[in-house]
């Protein structure tokens, strides 16, 4: 069993910065990808970054210049640096890992979500 954890979620201004966090657990033989999500109130949810095991990045044109993603292996764990925020990021941030837990092929893993709040 595969657990991804967020943490660092909360209320911030515009143009304010907020660091995400998430620290994937349990029987992983791989992590082939880890990125974020987002889904805000009405809407679909909706790639924001993600990273390949060899430190591929791509990123919603959205937030391309102001966000970062960065991982460690040794940790199994991502981050989300999202910086210059704006009222349109405010939405709830889903954790996605691309997971191989044994010798079978990679399932995708989600978090249970962090909400992110900008207020203008």
């Known amino acids: 069993q595969v657990q991804l954890v967020e943490s660092g979620g909360g209320l911030v201004q515009a143009g304010g910065s907020l660091r995400l966090s998430c620290a994937a657990s349990g029987t992983i033989f791989t992590i082939n990808a880890m990125g974020w999500y987002r889904q805000a109130p009405g809407k679909q949810r909706e790639l924001v970054a993600i990273i390949s095991s060899d430190s591929v990045t791509n990123f919603a044109d959205s937030v391309k210049g102001r966000f970062a993603i960065s991982r460690d292996n040794a940790k199994n764990t991502v981050y989300l640096q999202m910086n210059s925020l704006k009222a349109e990021d405010t939405a709830v941030y889903y954790c996605?890992?691309?997971?191989?837990?044994?010798?079978?092929?990679?399932?995708?893993?989600w978090g249970q979500g962090t909400q992110v709040t900008v207020s203008s």
């Open positions: 996605y890992g691309k997971i191989r837990t044994g010798w079978t092929g990679s399932k995708d893993y």
